[in-house]
């Protein structure tokens, strides 16, 4: 099992920043890749960034491309998504997810979603 607890968010104005984090504890060595999912009510989930764990390989969706950046740090086994120029539009719940193999379709582990604002 992997834990994921996530930080940041809140409410910012457009053009501003914030940081999000992921912290994982468990059975680190099982993870794969990290990823960022998004969600706004009667919308489906959207993945928007993603991390391999070893190799530090990142992927981003066109929508936040050029404005977030996804990083990591070994030594707290902890994840960021560092949010900048936002726009109305980034407003959503985000979720940090965790995959055990680059073979499985599915996220296994989730955090507790955190809200993130944008005002206009």
């Known amino acids: 099992q992997v834990q994921l607890v996530q930080s940041g968010g809140g409410l910012v104005q457009a053009g501003g920043s914030l940081r999000l984090s992921c912290a994982a504890s468990?059975?680190?060595?099982?993870?794969?890749?990290v990823g960022w999912f998004r969600q706004v009510p009667e919308k489906d989930r959207e993945l928007i960034s993603t991390?391999?764990?070893?190799?530090?390989?990142?992927y981003y969706a066109r929508s936040v491309k050029g404005r977030f950046t996804i990083s990591k740090d070994n030594a707290k086994d902890t994840v960021y998504l560092q949010m900048d120029s936002l726009k109305p539009e980034d407003t959503a719940i985000y979720y940090c997810?965790?995959?055990?193999?680059?073979?499985?379709?599915?996220?296994?582990?989730w955090g507790q979603g955190t809200q993130v604002t944008v005002s206009s």
């Open positions: 468990g059975r680190i060595l099982s993870v794969y890749a």
């Open positions: 991390i391999t764990w070893n190799g530090g390989n990142t």
């Open positions: 997810a965790v995959k055990t193999s680059p073979a499985r379709y599915e996220w296994e582990y």
